[in-house]
């Protein structure tokens, strides 16, 4: 991970909360609360055993009084139901992707769904969390969907997992690849592939019984969903990747964050969760090399030479533009334009 990291998140903050005071507070200026927090995935995710440190250091450093109780697997609502039940307030918190709502968060969650920006993981989830911090825009769009993100988790860059080889830009014509949202939908077509949209607990079977030809996802991802299992070519190396993205934040309810829990919560969950946010980039790169590896092991995947990456780039139109003509026809051209600079000059420094 880069230096200076925990630094820059911290400058990024919102200045009305003063990090590390949350550590020294006493259990008593804590009020007791039991909290419910819907989950889109498995426990066996990294970023999921981040969660889990993360309600655990909660409940730790505030005497017991605060506890997050994780609802794993999609068991208390589906992953694109999960946000409206945060804003509704029938759960507490929520671990979704912004990306499954461009209706509801056009500006927050476009750098979970325009692809091929960012370079690798930390550049990723470090500028999204900037941006929330940074842009009138962005704050004024959560506080209408009522929900706020503590912190993002990371993903490493995204490569094809199919049960055929794509060794040349051709190859893309007619594959069956998995997509969400606006954009990505975009880059397959223009590739010549087909977009399937699924949600991760369906990617496995929908492999297995031929309803997509390619997972779309990060190595340890794949890895930890057994998509190695039933899928056996894939892409590496430092050119060949559609780039990494921010994953789901935690989301809480906009007036109780701001409104209703004390400052002593705020700013213990904002000093735990960026602790976790940083362990989480620090963890998930790690675990790309070590989940490729255990796939060629266990599995037998085998790695593609794939050399048409420059030819993706030129089929591949701007999806960064694309997003920000989309929001030009919502009204939110100027601010679309401001983060997309903003998320290009971020890219660049944080390579």
């Known amino acids: 991970m880069r230096k200076g990291l925990t630094a820059a998140l911290v400058a990024a903050s919102?200045?009305?909360?003063a990090l590390g005071a949350a550590g020294t507070a006493a259990a008593e200026e804590y009020p007791k609360?039991?909290?419910?927090?819907?989950?889109?995935?498995?426990?066996?995710?990294?970023?999921?055993?981040?969660?889990q440190w993360f309600a655990d250091e909660v409940r730790k450093r505030s005497g017991?009084?605060?506890?997050?109780?994780?609802?794993?697997?999609?068991?208390?609502?589906?992953?694109?139901?999960?946000?409206?039940?945060?804003?509704?307030?029938?759960?507490?918190?929520?671990?979704?992707s912004p990306g499954y709502f461009p209706n509801q968060l056009p500006l927050t969650g476009a750098t979970n769904s325009v692809m091929m920006q960012f370079p690798n993981n930390g550049a990723a989830t470090q500028t999204t969390y900037e941006l929330v911090r940074k842009f009138p825009a962005v704050q004024k769009e959560l506080e209408?969907?009522?929900?706020?993100?503590?912190?993002?988790?990371?993903?490493?860059?995204?490569?094809?997992?199919?049960?055929?080889?794509?060794e040349k830009v051709e190859d893309f014509n007619g594959l069956k690849i998995r997509s969400w949202g606006e954009y990505i939908p975009a880059m397959w077509e223009s590739l010549g592939?087909?977009?399937?949209?699924?949600?991760?607990?369906?990617?496995?079977?929908?492999?297995?019984?031929?309803?997509?030809d390619c997972a779309f996802w990060p190595h340890e991802l794949s890895y930890t969903m057994k998509l190695n299992e039933v899928a056996k070519y894939t892409w590496d190396g430092d050119k060949n990747?559609?780039?990494?993205?921010?994953?789901?934040?935690?989301?809480?309810?906009?007036?109780?964050?701001?409104?209703?829990?004390?400052?002593?919560?705020?700013?213990?969950?904002?000093?735990?969760?960026?602790e976790a946010m940083e362990r989480d980039i620090r963890e998930v790169r790690a675990d790309e090399r070590k989940s490729l590896e255990a796939m060629q092991e266990q599995s037998g995947v085998k790695i593609v030479e794939f050399q048409d990456m420059d030819k993706v780039r030129a089929k591949?139109?701007?999806?960064?533009?694309?997003?920000?003509?989309k929001m030009k026809a919502r009204g939110l051209g100027d601010e679309a334009q401001e983060i997309a600079d903003y998320w290009r000059q971020r890219s660049d420094e944080l390579k």
């Open 193 to 212: 592939a087909t977009p399937v949209s699924l949600m991760t607990p369906d990617m496995y079977e929908a492999l297995q019984r031929g309803t997509v």
């Open 33 to 51: 609360l039991n909290l419910k927090l819907a989950h889109l995935g498995p426990s066996s995710f990294t970023g999921s055993q981040i969660d």
């Open 316 to 325: 591949v139109p701007d999806l960064a533009d694309m997003w920000i003509d």
């Open 241 to 274: 990747h559609f780039g990494a993205i921010p994953t789901w934040p935690l989301w809480v309810n906009w007036k109780t964050w701001h409104e209703k829990w004390p400052e002593s919560v705020r700013k213990l969950l904002t000093e735990v969760g960026l």
């Open 64 to 96: 017991g009084n605060i506890r997050i109780r994780i609802f794993w697997s999609e068991s208390l609502g589906k992953a694109n139901e999960i946000l409206d039940l945060v804003a509704s307030g029938a759960v507490d918190i929520g671990a979704t």
């Open 144 to 166: 209408k969907a009522n929900v706020y993100p503590v912190f993002f988790h990371s993903l490493n860059a995204y490569r094809p997992l199919c049960t055929k080889p794509i």
């Open 14 to 17: 919102f200045a009305t909360v």
